[in-house]
């Protein structure tokens, strides 16, 4: 495949999807954007900037937003998906008719769906039933999008069960501040990016007590353990979760203020309300649904995920963060290793 004349389309003009689409940019691909607010598309076509999602960035001109899906989607070789992990199911259902059986569909969106379990991958492959698994990939890995636009060095993980289709990739993809490393294990690639944005809402919630650094290492080590523990037990590979998507972004989010799943957490640690939270964000924490969607999963699948299951009954069940903690201290004393891998 020829990365030279790749016609893309971005589906998705949330803050990463913008600073994904400016990077392809900047190497000089002319692409769609699809945009799912017409003040937005707006703003981009007059000012050059999405101020809702990306402020402060400058986007180059060869980025052509629409509001239209098949615009963005029709004729493309390689199309990114990078909507809320919620909408993925809508948005693919609506670009089915615009994909071609050739189409490389690449998603950059991070979480598990609530009522089916199914990875980002998965629905795609569900709802294009007509693409083959072999023209699906993931690209995840630690990466904030406002250091992204900003041309900050950031080192990522492209994934697809095909190695053809993950270097394709890779290529067009991979810049000087952007270097991406290629994974056969799609599974172990989203399962790591969802987990994740768990795991840093609890970092968030111990920093917004002000508990120090000793609980948060700790939260950050056990948590990676019951990030093994699902993404084995749904056939990933431990060595992908102990790479970029998986303790490479665990260690971004649980550590940086520009996570929004840190954030909502610190928040919740410092006492307020989730309801208060999500209702004055314009941006989604993606954790918040995955919580519901790992608390369930773990039931279903009969594993032990403590620290995700603490967060779920904070956040659905009304559980104090002081309660958490104290029965997450005085769990069963254990060997450290029990269950590390499948649980």
């Keep these: 495949m020829d990365t030279a004349t790749t016609k893309i389309g971005v589906v998705g003009a949330g803050s990463w999807g913008t600073a994904l689409a400016k990077l392809l940019a900047d190497k000089g691909f002319v692409l769609d954007l699809w945009v799912f607010e017409q003040e937005v598309r707006e703003q981009i076509e007059t000012d050059r900037e999405n101020k809702v999602f990306l402020p402060d960035i400058?986007?180059?001109?060869?980025?052509?937003?629409?509001?239209?899906?098949?615009?963005?989607?029709?004729?493309?070789?390689?199309?990114?998906?990078?909507?809320?992990?919620?909408?993925?199911?809508?948005?693919?259902g609506r670009i089915k008719d615009f994909i071609n059986p050739g189409t490389i569909v690449v998603t950059a969106s991070k979480g598990i769906e609530n009522k089916t379990h199914l990875t980002m991958t998965q629905i795609l492959e569900e709802k294009i039933d007509f693409l083959s698994k072999e023209n699906l990939a993931v690209l995840s890995g630690p990466s904030f999008a406002k250091e992204v636009a900003n041309k900050v060095p950031t080192v990522v993980a492209a994934a697809s069960i095909s190695r053809d289709t993950a270097e394709y990739v890779q290529k067009i993809f991979s810049c000087p501040t952007f270097r991406v490393y290629i994974n056969d294990d799609p599974i172990g690639t989203q399962?790591?990016?969802?987990v994740k944005n768990v795991l840093a809402i609890a970092a968030g919630i111990c920093d917004g007590m002000?508990?120090?650094?000793?609980?948060?290492?700790?939260?950050?080590?056990?948590?990676?353990?019951?990030?093994?523990?699902?993404?084995?037990?749904?056939?990933?590979?431990?060595?992908?979760?102990?790479?970029?998507?998986?303790?490479?972004?665990?260690?971004?989010?649980?550590?940086?203020?520009?996570?929004?799943?840190?954030?909502?957490?610190?928040?919740?640690?410092?006492?307020?309300?989730?309801?208060?939270?999500?209702?004055?964000?314009?941006?989604?924490?993606?954790?918040?649904?995955?919580?519901?969607?790992?608390?369930?999963?773990?039931?279903?699948?009969?594993i032990d995920l403590p620290i995700c299951n603490e967060v779920y009954s904070v956040l659905f069940e009304g559980r104090s963060v002081e309660e958490t903690v104290e029965r997450l201290m005085n769990r069963s004393l254990k060997h450290e290793l029990d269950g590390v891998v499948d649980g």
């Design 210 to 302: 002000s508990m120090g650094l000793n609980p948060r290492a700790a939260l950050i080590t056990r948590g990676l353990t019951e990030m093994n523990r699902l993404g084995t037990k749904l056939g990933a590979d431990p060595l992908t979760l102990s790479g970029l998507a998986g303790v490479g972004d665990l260690l971004l989010t649980c550590t940086g203020d520009l996570s929004r799943n840190y954030t909502v957490g610190k928040q919740i640690g410092e006492g307020k309300k989730l309801d208060e939270i999500i209702s004055e964000m314009r941006m989604v924490a993606e954790g918040v649904k995955t919580t519901r969607s790992v608390y369930n999963l773990s039931k279903k699948l009969g």
């Design 191 to 194: 399962i790591g990016g969802a």
């Design 58 to 92: 400058k986007l180059p001109d060869n980025i052509i937003p629409t509001n239209d899906l098949d615009i963005a989607v029709k004729d493309k070789n390689l199309v990114l998906v990078v909507v809320p992990s919620h909408c993925m199911r809508d948005v693919a």
